[in-house]
């Protein structure tokens, strides 16, 4: 069972920065695609940014391209979402998940593994 801890959330004003962490629990993150997903107040969870295991190929979603960057450390097993000049439309409950595959998706139901998720505010 893989173990996923998210830690960077908090409040910040639009146009400022915050950078997510996800650590995981195993050595196998590795070799599993990650990702991250927001969930806002009454709205669908939907796709932020995903990684492959190798780290050279990844994706994000047209509502953050050219403001949020994923990337993946393999020996410290962990994922980062860093998000910079931030809107108030982007608060949400961010998400980390894995997924035991090589090939990247944006579906949320393909993800085996999920954080608790961490919270981002934006203000105005």
């Known amino acids: 069972q893989v173990q996923l801890v998210e830690s960077g959330g908090g409040l910040v004003q639009a146009g400022g920065s915050l950078r997510l962490s996800c650590a995981a629990s195993e050595r196998a993150f590795s070799t599993y695609v990650m990702g991250w997903f927001r969930q806002a107040p009454g709205k669908e969870r939907e796709f932020v940014a995903a990684?492959?295991?190798?780290?050279?190929?990844?994706g994000s979603a047209d509502s953050v391209k050219g403001r949020f960057t994923i990337s993946r450390d393999k020996f410290k097993n962990t994922v980062y979402l860093q998000m910079n000049n931030l809107l108030p439309e982007d608060t949400a409950v961010y998400y980390c998940?894995?997924?035991?595959?090589?090939?990247?998706?944006?579906?949320?139901?393909?993800?085996?593994?999920w954080g608790q998720g961490t919270q981002v505010t934006v203000s105005s």
């Open positions: 998940a894995a997924r035991k595959s090589i090939v990247r998706t944006t579906s949320w139901p393909s993800y085996d593994y």
């Open positions: 990684i492959n295991y190798s780290g050279g190929s990844t």
